[in-house]
């Protein structure tokens, strides 16, 4: 699973006076990050919010809306995410893994100037087209994670479908962890009398809400990850051999955000290069450890800015969301590696994750008398390509040398 | 409160919850497979019932919550000196 979303939230834009909504409990401002990631997600009238209290606590949020607000219940609303999502978790320390030896000054209008020379373009919500040189810089990133890769590995890549299988995501508890990010994929059901009722009604009524009547087909979604593809191939499945199974893939990963600004830093529709590491525990955390040393290195190599934290998956409404979260942080389950794009900014451009034998065990994979254990990695390309460009500028002659050399070999740019 | 009653107390504890394994005062028991990870919770909240403690950011580490040596001293951390 690659969740890497905390503290990205874009500036929204302010319409009208913001509506303050009172916490019942104050909460401590260790955790104002986990308010402020869930926001959004409360309802979709919120179009951005800033946090009030001292900085020891949180007794208050400022929600501005996209009209003025009547919606009774924001109020119940927000304490309600707070109360099960954010207030049970108990607060840990930060802590960095890694952090580059590098301060490169990360430049903040790197989309804009990208945007102005027609290398980006906004074409919807959360979704940018990119041309040169990201796409040399994107290949060139991929090809990087997956030479390190094969230093210690035989890893076996595969491009997996699109379309995930609804059932899927299910039996990977997706839907009580993150039913915020999902994205159902239906059609028109396969009944001639649908077709033709659908094509009398469209062009008095218009294609809104109410087409999905016609639907009813929620057997599919679009994929939040790669990893998922991976547990189902290999469901019902016993390892074989006593190694490693290390399997990779590349694909479009889809997620719904709720807030969105024009920036490749937050997408609905992203490319992740996911890796897989199946076998027992000690391979699996030994694996993930040392493949992330690695790829730190080849960053401090390059001469980029950034660190690596313990962080968590944003959880969201479950039973046992806190927990979770906490669970995660504690245990140290998941490592987020972040990189400036601007002077005050950053982003997760990838996660080195420990499942334990959670996908294992739902999956129904075994190794020897119990279930795998699983750990996997996962780098959004956009983003690695679009921090790397705000570090090092647009301009081939001021990358660093590897990076040129690796993008002119390839026949890029 | 004793170490010594400290540790019979989580000894007994986390009998109830591992299926009554027989556990040495270093065993990690996550990494044993005898409680998954959502277990943590579960024993936070006893070490904050049992021993009258709030937990705070600097006892969270894992290492104070995956062995019975590692809960005896963080039970025991705010009473050291009677132990």
Known sequence: MNHTHRNDQPPAPARGGPTRVALHTPVPGALGPEIERRLYFVSPRISGFALVGDGDTVTAVDLTTRAPCEEEGLEAKVNRMVDNDVRPQMPTRPKSVWTSPHERAADGDTFERLAAAGAVAEVGEGQVAVGEPLLSLFAYFDRAVLGILAQDHSAREFRYPTLIRTSTLERAGYFTSFPQHLMFVTRLHNDIDVYRSFQESYPRTGIGPSVLQSCGNVDYCLPPTMCYHTFAQYGGRALEGEGLHVVTSRGKSFRFEAGYSTTLERLWDFTIREIVFLGSREDVARARERYMRKVFAFLEELGLSGWCEVGNDPFFSGSDASARIWSQRLQELKYELRLPVGPDRSIAVGSFNFHDDLFGRAFDITRGEGPAHSGCVGFGLERLVFAFLSQFGTDEQDWPDPVRTGVRAAGGI | ?83
């Open chain 2, 1 to 83: 409160m004793t170490t010594e009653n400290a540790r019979e107390r989580i000894h007994t504890f986390l009998r109830e919850h591992t299926g009554g394994q027989p556990l040495a005062d270093t065993d990690d028991f996550f990494a044993l497979g005898y409680v998954n990870s959502l277990f943590a919770m579960q024993l936070a909240a006893f070490v904050e019932k049992e021993f009258a403690l709030t937990l705070g950011p600097d006892d969270m580490d894992f290492d104070n919550f995956r062995t019975v040596n590692g809960l005896v001293r963080l039970a025991t951390s705010r009473t050291s000196a009677q132990s």
